[in-house]
């Protein structure tokens, strides 16, 4: 299976401050993306990138920015976090064998 | 607007028998479809696909079908068992694609009773 693990997996933070998720892959893989999964809405995506300083938004991008400056790493920050985005992050990068993507373990954020 | 559908959240199905979870979707561009399957505290992990050129694809215990005129699919498990208790998304890229910016369904989540 393709290397790809979260950091952190799990995290508490209060209302207002800012949050950054890792997502690191050993894989070599140009494409990464993020997806927040929420009871009732499934796995929505959150951002992406197809390389090195090339990102962009998905559906669910307000609040959320991205960085890539390394092709192992993409990180998702929260500027300024609130209690709507409480919820279980997923990476996940593409380019493996067609099936899809191959997602990291999540990390489970609570904002209080 | 949800372009892939799963509109039962849950089903619980007697271990041993069949399970179906179904899926629909809107868009009659989606060439490609995806069942993944997650466990608590995992990411979800890749289990089946089809090709809009099929209407059926098997990989020992699972099967899914496919009916473009319907817009809908399926995923048939046989015989059910235990460790198949997991949320199941169905998912599809966008139309050419294979594995970029796919779009997921809610879940159904599948009890095993023994």
């Known amino acids: 299976d393709a290397g790809i693990t979260q950091s952190p997996r799990h995290k508490v933070t209060e209302t207002g401050t800012p949050v950054t998720l890792r997502c690191h892959q050993t894989e070599n893989h140009r494409y990464m993306y993020w997806y927040r999964q929420d009871p009732g809405h499934g796995l929505r995506l959150i951002h992406y990138s197809y390389g090195v300083k090339d990102t962009d938004k998905g559906e669910v991008s307000d609040g959320y920015s991205v960085s890539r400056s390394k092709t192992e790493d993409f990180l998702l920050t929260l500027e300024s976090a609130t209690s709507s985005q409480t919820s279980v992050y997923f990476c996940a990068i593409s380019g493996t064998d067609n099936y899809g993507y191959t997602f990291g373990s999540g990390t489970r954020l609570t904002v209080v | ?114």
């Open chain 2, 1 to 114: 607007d949800q372009q892939v559908k799963q509109n039962s959240p849950s089903l619980s199905v007697q271990e041993g028998r069949i399970s179906i979870l179904n899926c629909d979707y809107t868009n009659s561009m989606f060439d490609y479809f995806l069942w993944y399957k997650k466990y608590p505290a995992e990411g979800p992990t890749f289990l089946i696909s089809i090709s809009s050129i099929k209407d059926k694809n098997e990989d020992g215990r699972f099967t899914v079908f496919l009916n473009k005129s319907a817009k809908h699919l399926s995923l048939h498990i046989v015989p059910s068992q235990p460790g198949d208790s997991a949320v199941y998304f169905c998912a599809a890229p966008p139309p050419g694609k294979r594995d970029d910016k796919i779009i997921f369904g809610k879940g159904t989540r599948l009890h095993i009773l023994p």
